[in-house]
């Protein structure tokens, strides 16, 4: 089956004839019953009756029609009239005949040209002169004698590739009108679903604009199963017959995707009201309900006819024809008043497999909803609104001039409407959403629900609104992926950080935002919609973007949008304009419930009905389901007499009814206690298990059961999510005035419901629900054994709203309930709390981790109130507060990555002394993993530390990519926040002073003394570079690529960074008393300057020593006023307080005082002496200031008010410090960490004082008020010389570990527990010790030092005999020598009485017995030398060598290898004796330009040599095995002729390779990778093809027939992931330095950590398979 050419062939030959009576043939045993049903559903009637058309007879000239001798008419697609010339056509109307028919004889009235009226009447009239008309045919004879195979999918695919093959419809940008008899409406839908799933017919889908349906069994037909019975007995079978039976799986999938579309068109349905004529057969084809959709913008109109008449009329003035005719003209004129389709609007809708190679759709789909933390589409909710919007109803509104207006695009771009609850602001809002849509822009919506945990912050709102952006333009998905791509992360719960990073920064900027719409329903119902307006993003919205919002009429909304002023149009909801949408309603429910006899009375019943309503839908909504049970007017009349007139009194009286049926009045408490309390919609089958857990009864049929049990108050979505009735009904039910036993009091239920939650993950959940087994060869995997559980799989069904939601449920109830606080800590004492750990990992949100940790100290600082101090449980549950905080920081990545390492890994790298390590680090298996060597410790508040070699901290600046820090070198290095690893870094031309990002993070600005420099931050490409002629005292980035700065010479410079354009003004020549009135503006130079960015305002504070401070409007420098202190003795740093609503401008002054002034009053609010604040810095979200002190403190503080409503500060952590300054500080952008500069390092902080939660309880006052936390920090002092050589670990059954130190000791180590045992001996003050090698065979430890001194100890005491209880051994120096240059490698033979000293120019070898140097090799000409020729090896040395690599030869103790260039050299230990001819061992062709800075490290195995090969930090490391016999001295080879390794197939691996740590047993292979996973390899030998070598492309290993031999390849078996390292044990220059030693149990590592040896014991235990992909 194909398109076009190659469609499937329906034609029948030439010879084949069929007639429209066909008579039944010899083996129909009814023929009666064959001759009705052919006549009702395919015969044409004879007739020649004519008529004139619309006053216009035509002739037979100017009617085109199809020959005579095909009364079915042609199969496939057929252009019956095209415009003439110069006529252009607007239109194309399809037509498509349904079962049985043909192209021409299902529109044909008898077999008379003239009756053809698509071809006859449509053609020529004038309504019609610029539409194109065809009609499609297909082999739908349900009365064929042979068998068929067509379905209704091929018969669509076949008219899919007709019309896209069409040469006239494919050349042409026309709008496409289908219409549609019987089962074509069915193969219409069918063909517009596969033309909208594939991507290859998206723009022929686009422009489809409306769907006739005349007779179209949507739903089935009663006949087709009759039909289906006699084709298989008489004709064979027919699929396409079987599709149109009722509640046939092929109706159902069409109408199930088929609405998810149908929104994107007009759709018009015709039903039959007559039954079918012919005796046998007295009954209606396709009933009303089956014929018609229920679609909010579908037309039902009913014709006079039955359902072979529908499509065909005996004339032109036939009254149904006239009906179908003038809509089928309203629907053309809707698409010649529509704005010409723009053919590159089309093309900005998304295309995203063109856009994003290699990924489809559905790929990029999941990519963006993971990227913006999206699940719910609402397209469930739109639809349950547009159900019950009535067809023509809300028009008053869409029909306005101030709608038009909006939507035209003409200012204000802010459309809001308010009305009162159940209203119909929400119906009125999918209308809305409908206009939009069919217009062609772009539409976003969103629908706030207060109690739903997705859809009541503002967060929520943004993020899915730029997912829906991007589903249908392709310039915003776009920037998605690229910032995706760039691995761009942000606060996804702060609104601001949302808005700045993705609108502000990136999809505001793109050019199609004209193009936009949102709609937004229930802002009220927002937790936080004020930011709208005090954060001002309503404010900076782009004037271009088209935005509608409803809300009820608040206060607090009102002011907001007063403050917006010409640019918002404010329009209130009133009773009068909704009277004629209500009446509409009515009259449309009470036509379907059929209980009344005619108009009359329908329209007396609907008056009765809206003169009780008072404008509420709600009410009527409630009343009309009332009347479901009503058969009688009278009972209709009773029901309006009984049904309460307020909202809160119907409910009341549902209440009751409820009440009456004693048997279930616990069952329905359950439901509406889980549905009133839930934090979002629980599904069916969630809800099913909750009430099951409640009261032990499992409800069955419950999309059924619920709204009957609960009268309507609970219904179910086509989700199968259970929703409460309506926001009024929810609160009804909370209040705590009502008296009913149906009443919820809210804190006692949700410590229930809590309790019930706690019972079922610790019993039920996580025992039911075991992981899969990894796969693995015989080690162990992370992941628990399989447990054999009950069949009752559905109690998982809640597992996932348990795990997200027990803690908002504990933090909402009671504090009271013992029992709640038992529950809580039976899940908290056993392993349930790792499987839950485990959980959140594995769905990829540890945000449910840290806000379980927030709820359940909320729920603490009440609870206290009711417990002794010393209270064991509470003391547990504070103690994993802590740790489920720290985890989720400390672990993160490490968590997704691996989250079953949550059970054997992280609890042993926890502190010794936290409550996860004290539990779970000990026992767990018998063979765990064990880290020992790092100090008995509580959790650090410091996450890491960074250390600077070469220079000092000056600046510093925090945004969601990166954080910056200057040195006073100018070095700016990059971090990423998360890992805290550098990422870049660039050099600023001075000392860096000033450090700021701009709000979208793209750019990076660097300020010194003399130069300001603009950066891209991704790229580190500088922008722009400007000589300062004055001081630079602040400057901020601006939108629309604008960056201001202010001098100290009282100038204000604002640049453009696309055009580099800049302007000036200057304060200081603002001698106009107009502007500065009273304000006498100092002579003297400022000092320190705040710059304030909100939107289109901008604010300067500008201060000056012994003066106040100035805030100033800093775009149109106009004084604002003064804020003034009692004395000012100069001012250290001042910032303003972030947030729009916090009107707070914080200063700290050289007299050690920290003031806060209102900046809007000018009143100072807040006092704080003796803080000494030499940087203080404000958090994003403004509710927390961080303040670095002159003396090393640090004190944080939360912005909060006093009972005057003035801006004050609260101290709620404090770090005391070090004598030396604090000299910067800088907030996340989540506000949850800080960042501190300290002299030569930059410490970075996650205190758990400031995860905070905001309260939303009446019942906080029960918490303790907080008591600020004061932590003590370790003095520089304090801190022990850091190791700053690699380890030597003792290989022959020893204990020891040796390494060298800052501070010139070599010292060593206990190889059981890194116990520090001692310092052997000292090189001396002012070294390093950079290099350590043991020569175990005579007791000797080599080191050096990094001024060149190289010195050999012998011990007296043989090292593996030494026991912790004995002293130290002596030592005797037996070499202590000046190398002359930095030695970078020491290599000691077996025997130890050789050293090879290796520097970057030369290699000299030692004879340790005599101390003599025996001679020396060049590194530039590869030339050999005595010791006495030593001046002349040495005399060519130039920049351009490079330093050689030695290791000990694969096969040999008495040679070792030394590699140069692309050579190897092997040599023999005792007399420096090269074994390799002149030619030596090429061992690959001269190094690309590419690879001219390569290195490699060798690593020796059995048979075999490892090289790690580093050829740029832009290039992934490569691994290469090379076979023993390469180093072969008797097998050299020429250059001409290299010899090649086998690269290693690394790729599963994700991240790039840090380190290769060593290779143990035969041929296993110990990797570290750059996020500090620890892997083992299998290496195996394998014969390979013969005549094949390896070659290298790309970086990949490929086998090319150049070689005729055989190459031994070393392929991976496979690849485990084992554990991790953590990123504290890296060496202030960022290393990490590892060494590996077998012993009888496993392979023990050794990590040095600053001044301490880390062991860590029993790491291979535990694997994970690492698969590709």
């Known amino acids: 089956m194909g398109h076009g050419s190659g469609m499937l062939s329906f034609r029948r030959p030439s010879w084949f004839r069929v007639d429209g009576n066909r008579e039944l043939t010899t083996h129909d045993s009814s023929p009666e019953l064959h001759k009705t049903l052919t006549g009702v559903i395919s015969s044409s009637r004879s007739s020649t009756s004519s008529s004139s058309f619309y006053g216009r007879p035509p002739t037979p000239e100017s009617i085109p029609v199809t020959p005579d001798d095909e009364p079915h008419g042609a199969l496939g697609l057929t252009t019956l009239h095209e415009p003439s010339p110069p006529t252009s056509t607007a239109v194309d109307i399809v037509f498509v005949h349904g079962l049985g028919g043909g192209s021409r004889k299902t529109w044909s009235y008898s077999a008379d040209r003239y009756h053809y009226w698509p071809q006859a009447w449509l053609a020529n009239d004038p309504a019609f002169a610029d539409t194109r008309i065809h009609a499609y045919g297909y082999k739908s004879d349900w009365a064929d004698r042979q068998q068929s195979i067509l379905n209704i999918r091929d018969f669509a695919a076949s008219l899919v590739g007709e019309l896209k093959n069409n040469p006239s419809i494919r050349r042409s940008n026309t709008r496409i009108i289908f219409v549609c008899h019987s089962m074509g409406g069915c193969v219409v839908k069918k063909a517009y679903i596969l033309a909208r799933q594939d991507q290859n017919y998206k723009d022929l889908a686009d422009r489809v604009h409306s769907i006739f349906f005349l007779g179209t069994p949507h739903r089935g037909s009663d006949l087709a199963a009759i039909l289906k019975k006699r084709s298989i007995i008489t004709w064979g079978s027919k699929p396409f017959v079987s599709d149109l039976v009722p509640e046939s799986s092929t109706l159902r999938d069409i109408n199930d995707t088929f609405r998810h579309y149908a929104p994107d068109l007009r759709l018009w349905s015709f039903y039959e009201t007559l039954p079918a004529t012919p005796r046998v057969l007295n009954k209606i084809v396709v009933e009303r309900h089956s014929a018609t959709?229920?679609?909010?913008?579908?037309?039902?109109?009913?014709?006079?006819?039955?359902?072979?008449?529908?499509?065909?009329?005996?004339?032109?003035?036939?009254?149904?024809?006239?009906?179908?005719?003038?809509?089928?003209?309203?629907?053309?004129?809707?698409?010649?008043?529509?704005?010409?389709?723009?053919?590159?609007?089309?093309?900005?809708?998304?295309?995203?497999?063109?856009?994003?190679?290699?990924?489809?759709?559905?790929?990029?789909?999941?990519?963006?909803?993971?990227?913006?933390?999206?699940?719910?589409?609402?397209?469930?909710?739109?639809?349950?609104?547009?159900?019950?919007?009535?067809?023509?109803?809300?028009l008053w509104f869409s029909e306005s001039k101030h709608f038009v207006s909006w939507k035209a695009g003409k200012p204000p771009g802010i459309l809001w409407l308010t009305g009162r609850p159940a209203s119909g602001k929400s119906v009125l809002c999918s209308h809305v959403i409908e206009q939009v849509k069919s217009s062609g822009a772009f539409y976003s919506y969103f629908f706030f629900r207060q109690k739903e945990d997705s859809k009541s912050m503002l967060s929520d709102c943004l993020r899915s609104l730029v997912f829906q952006m991007a589903m249908q333009d392709g310039q915003v998905a776009d920037k998605l992926l690229q910032l995706e791509g760039e691995g761009v992360t942000w606060d996804m719960t702060d609104e601001l950080s949302v808005w700045n990073r993705l609108f502000i920064g990136a999809v505001f900027k793109l050019p199609s935002i004209p193009q936009h719409f949102w709609i937004i329903d229930g802002v009220d119902e927002c937790a936080n919609f004020n930011s709208l307006f005090t954060k001002r993003i309503l404010a900076t919205l782009p004037r271009s973007l088209r935005f509608f919002a409803t809300s009820r009429p608040l206060d607090e909304i009102g002011r907001g949008l007063a403050s917006l002023k010409s640019r918002v149009n404010v329009q209130s909801l009133s009773e009068t304009d909704t009277l004629g949408d209500m009446r509409l309603f009515v009259t449309s429910r009470l036509r379907e419930l059929d209980r009344l006899e005619n108009d009359e009375s329908v329209d007396a019943m609907c008056e009765k009905i809206l003169e009780k309503s008072s404008g509420s839908f709600l009410w009527v909504r409630l009343v009309l389901q009332e009347f479901e049970n009503a058969w009688t007017s009278e009972a209709m009349d009773a029901v309006l007499s009984e049904v309460p007139i307020d909202l809160q009194d119907m409910y009341l009286r549902m209440l009751q009814l409820m009440e009456k049926d004693r048997r279930r009045v616990k069952l329905v408490k359950s439901i509406l206690t889980w549905v009133v309390l839930a934090c979002r919609p629980l599904t069916v089958a969630e809800l099913r298990v909750a009430v099951k857990l409640d009261i032990n009864e499992t409800l069955q049929n419950m999309s059924k059961a619920i709204p009957s049990l609960c009268h309507q108050l609970v219904f179910v979505d086509n989700a199968d999510r259970v929703h409460i009735l309506h926001a009024t009904a929810r609160e009804f039910l909370l209040d705590e005035m009502l008296d009913s036993e149906f009443a919820i009091c809210g804190v006692e239920k949700h410590a229930h419901l809590s309790s019930l939650l706690l019972r079922y993950l610790t019993?039920?959940?996580?025992?039911?629900?075991?992981?899969?087994?990894?796969?693995?060869?015989?080690?162990?995997?992370?992941?628990?054994?399989?447990?054999?559980?009950?069949?009752?799989?559905?109690?998982?069904?809640?597992?996932?709203?348990?795990?997200?939601?027990?803690?908002?449920?504990?933090?909402?109830?009671?504090?009271?309930?013992?029992?709640?606080?038992?529950?809580?800590?039976?899940?908290?004492?056993?392993?349930?709390?790792?499987?839950?750990?485990?959980?959140?990992?594995?769905?990829?949100?540890?945000?449910?981790?840290?806000?379980?940790?927030?709820?359940?100290?909320?729920?603490?600082?009440?609870?206290?109130?009711?417990?002794p101090p010393m209270d064991p449980s509470a003391h547990l549950v504070d103690c994993w507060v802590t740790d489920l905080i720290r985890v989720a920081a400390k672990f993160r990545s490490q968590l997704l990555v691996c989250p079953s390492s949550i059970y054997y890994i992280i609890p042993s790298f926890c502190p010794s002394e936290s409550i996860i390590s004290k539990t779970f680090a000990s026992g767990i298996r018998p063979s765990a993993i064990t880290v020992r060597g790092i100090p008995p410790a509580t959790w650090d508040d410091c996450l890491t530390r960074i250390d600077f070699e070469r220079g000092r901290t000056t600046a510093l600046s925090y945004d969601t990519q990166f954080f910056a820090v200057g040195l006073s070198t100018g070095q700016i290095s990059l971090y990423d926040p998360h890992s805290v690893q550098r990422v870049a870094n660039i050099v600023h031309p001075e000392r860096v002073r000033m450090l700021g990002f701009s709000n979208d993070g793209e750019y990076l600005a660097s300020s010194g003394a003399k130069t300001l420099t603009v950066w891209h931050s991704r790229s580190g490409t500088r922008i722009f570079s400007f000589p300062l002629q004055s001081e630079l005292i602040a400057f901020t980035f601006?939108?629309?690529?604008?960056?201001?700065?202010?001098?100290?010479?009282?100038?204000?410079?604002?640049?453009?960074?696309?055009?580099?354009?800049?302007?000036?003004?200057?304060?200081?020549?603002?001698?106009?008393?107009?502007?500065?009135?009273?304000?006498?503006?100092?002579?003297?130079?400022?000092?320190?300057?705040?710059?304030?960015?909100?939107?289109?305002?901008?604010?300067?504070?500008?201060?000056?020593?012994?003066?106040?401070?100035?805030?100033?409007?800093?775009?149109?420098?106009?004084?604002?006023?003064?804020?003034?202190?009692?004395?000012?003795?100069?001012?250290?740093?001042?910032?303003?307080?972030?947030?729009?609503?916090?009107?707070?401008?914080?200063?700290?002054?050289?007299?050690?005082?920290?003031?806060?002034?209102?900046?809007?009053?000018?009143?100072?609010?807040?006092?704080?002496?003796?803080?000494?604040?030499?940087?203080?810095?404000?958090?994003?979200?403004?509710?927390?200031?961080?303040?670095?002190?002159?003396?090393?403190?640090?004190?944080?503080?939360?912005?909060?008010?006093?009972?005057?409503?003035?801006?004050?500060?609260?101290?709620?952590?404090?770090?005391?410090?070090?004598?030396?300054?604090?000299?910067?500080?800088?907030?996340?952008?989540?506000g949850l960490r800080f960042v501190d500069l300290h002299d030569r390092q930059c410490r970075v902080w996650a205190p758990a004082a400031l995860l905070r939660k905001d309260n939303e309880l009446e019942s906080v006052s029960d918490a303790a008020p907080p008591v600020p936390q004061i932590v003590g920090v370790r003095g520089d002092g304090e801190e022990g010389p850091e190791i700053t050589s690699a380890m030597a670990v003792s290989s022959n059954g020893g204990g020891y570990v040796v390494a060298g130190r800052s501070n010139g000791e070599v010292v060593a180590f206990s190889a059981e527990d890194g116990k520090e045992l001692g310092v052997l001996y000292r090189h001396g003050p002012g070294v390093s010790v950079i290099h350590v090698?043991?020569?175990?065979?005579?007791?000797?430890?080599?080191?050096?030092?990094?001024?060149?001194?190289?010195?050999?100890?012998?011990?007296?005491?043989?090292?593996?005999?030494?026991?912790?209880?004995?002293?130290?051994?002596?030592?005797?120096?037996?070499?202590?020598?000046?190398?002359?240059?930095?030695?970078?490698?020491?290599?000691?033979?077996?025997?130890?009485?050789?050293?090879?000293?290796?520097?970057?120019?030369?290699?000299e070898l030692c004879d340790l017995l005599s101390g003599q140097v025996l001679g020396l090799i060049s590194h530039v000409d590869g030339a050999v030398a005595t010791a006495l020729s030593r001046q002349t090896a040495s005399s060519d040395v130039n920049d351009g060598s490079t330093a050689a690599v030695a290791f000990q030869h694969p096969t040999s103790e008495a040679w070792f290898v030394l590699v140069l260039a692309n050579t190897a050299r092997v040599f023999c230990w005792p007399d420096f004796q090269e074994l390799t001819t002149a030619n030596s061992n090429v061992l690959r062709k001269s190094p690309t330009p590419l690879e001219a800075t390569r290195t490699s490290s060798y690593y020796v195995g059995q048979g075999l040599v490892l090289e790690l090969v580093r050829t740029s930090p832009s290039v992934t490391p490569r691994l290469h095995v090379w076979s023993a016999s390469t180093f072969d001295p008797e097998k050299s080879r020429p250059e001409s002729q290299p010899c090649l390794p086998t690269e290693v197939d690394i790729s599963?691996?994700?991240?790039?390779?840090?380190?290769?740590?060593?290779?143990?047993?035969?041929?296993?292979?110990?990797?570290?990778?750059?996020?500090?996973?620890?892997?083992?390899?299998?290496?195996?030998?394998?014969?390979?093809?013969?005549?094949?070598?390896?070659?290298?492309?790309?970086?990949?290993?490929?086998?090319?027939?150049?070689?005729?031999?055989?190459?031994?390849?070393?392929?991976?078996?496979?690849?485990?992931?084992?554990?991790?390292?953590?990123?504290?044990?890296?060496?202030?220059?960022?290393?990490?330095?590892?060494?590996?030693?077998?012993?009888?149990?496993?392979?023990?590592?050794y990590f040095?950590?600053?001044?301490?040896?880390?062991?860590?014991?029993?790491?291979?235990?535990?694997?994970e398979v690492m698969t590709a992909g």
């Not at 000797?1340 to 043989?1358: K, P």
């Not at 040095?1648 to 860590?1656: C, K, M």
């Open 293 to 394: 959709l229920g679609y909010p913008n579908e037309e039902i109109v009913a014709i006079n006819a039955d359902h072979r008449q529908l499509c065909k009329f005996n004339s032109s003035a036939d009254p149904n024809y006239v009906t179908l005719r003038n809509a089928l003209h309203t629907a053309v004129d809707m698409i010649r008043s529509s704005p010409p389709r723009d053919l590159a609007l089309s093309q900005t809708h998304v295309n995203l497999i063109s856009t994003q190679p290699g990924a489809n759709q559905e790929s990029v789909n999941q990519r963006l909803r993971s990227f913006l933390g999206v699940e719910d589409t609402l397209e469930d909710e739109l639809r349950i609104l547009q159900l019950l919007q009535e067809p023509g109803s809300c």
């Open 763 to 867: 019993n039920d959940a996580f025992k039911r629900n075991p992981l899969p087994r990894r796969k693995s060869s015989g080690i162990r995997g992370f992941t628990k054994p399989i447990s054999s559980f009950s069949s009752e799989l559905s109690l998982l069904d809640l597992l996932d709203y348990a795990a997200c939601f027990f803690s908002e449920h504990i933090y909402r109830g009671t504090s009271r309930d013992d029992l709640l606080m038992d529950e809580l800590c039976t899940f908290l004492k056993g392993k349930t709390i790792l499987s839950w750990i485990e959980h959140a990992a594995r769905n990829g949100n540890l945000g449910h981790i840290t806000r379980t940790a927030t709820n359940l100290r909320g729920y603490l600082g009440r609870r206290m109130k009711y417990l």
């Open 1038 to 1230: 601006l939108d629309g690529g604008e960056f201001l700065c202010a001098f100290a010479s009282g100038e204000l410079i604002k640049w453009n960074l696309d055009s580099g354009e800049y302007e000036t003004i200057s304060w200081r020549d603002s001698h106009d008393k107009d502007i500065t009135g009273t304000l006498e503006i100092p002579e003297q130079p400022p000092s320190r300057a705040a710059f304030f960015t909100a939107g289109e305002t901008v604010l300067l504070a500008v201060g000056y020593r012994n003066y106040p401070i100035f805030i100033w409007n800093a775009l149109e420098l106009q004084p604002l006023g003064q804020c003034e202190a009692d004395e000012n003795n100069g001012i250290d740093d001042m910032t303003f307080n972030p947030n729009p609503e916090i009107a707070a401008l914080a200063v700290s002054y050289s007299d050690g005082r920290l003031c806060i002034f209102n900046y809007t009053t000018m009143a100072p609010t807040f006092t704080r002496p003796s803080v000494f604040a030499n940087s203080i810095a404000c958090s994003p979200d403004g509710r927390s200031l961080v303040t670095g002190s002159s003396r090393g403190a640090i004190e944080v503080f939360e912005f909060d008010q006093d009972q005057a409503g003035n801006t004050v500060l609260v101290p709620i952590y404090g770090i005391q410090g070090f004598d030396d300054s604090i000299r910067g500080v800088a907030f996340s952008t989540d």
């Open 1333 to 1403: 090698a043991l020569g175990e065979a005579r007791n000797l430890i080599v080191s050096a030092d990094d001024s060149g001194r190289v010195v050999v100890v012998e011990l007296t005491m043989s090292l593996p005999v030494f026991s912790g209880a004995h002293k130290l051994p002596a030592t005797r120096v037996m070499l202590d020598r000046r190398f002359g240059a930095a030695v970078v490698s020491l290599l000691v033979n077996p025997s130890a009485d050789r050293l090879l000293i290796s520097g970057r120019n030369l290699s």
């Open 1548 to 1645: 599963v691996i994700h991240a790039e390779i840090l380190a290769v740590l060593g290779i143990v047993g035969q041929s296993t292979v110990l990797l570290i990778d750059a996020n500090l996973w620890v892997y083992s390899m299998e290496l195996r030998p394998a014969q390979a093809v013969p005549h094949a070598r390896a070659s290298f492309s790309s970086g990949r290993a490929i086998a090319r027939n150049e070689l005729k031999s055989t190459t031994q390849q070393v392929l991976p078996v496979f690849v485990r992931r084992h554990f991790f390292a953590l990123s504290e044990w890296r060496m202030a220059s960022g290393e990490l330095r590892c060494a590996i030693a077998q012993r009888t149990g496993g392979t023990d590592f």
């Open 1648 to 1663: 040095a950590s600053r001044e301490y040896i880390v062991v860590l014991q029993g790491g291979l235990e535990f694997s």
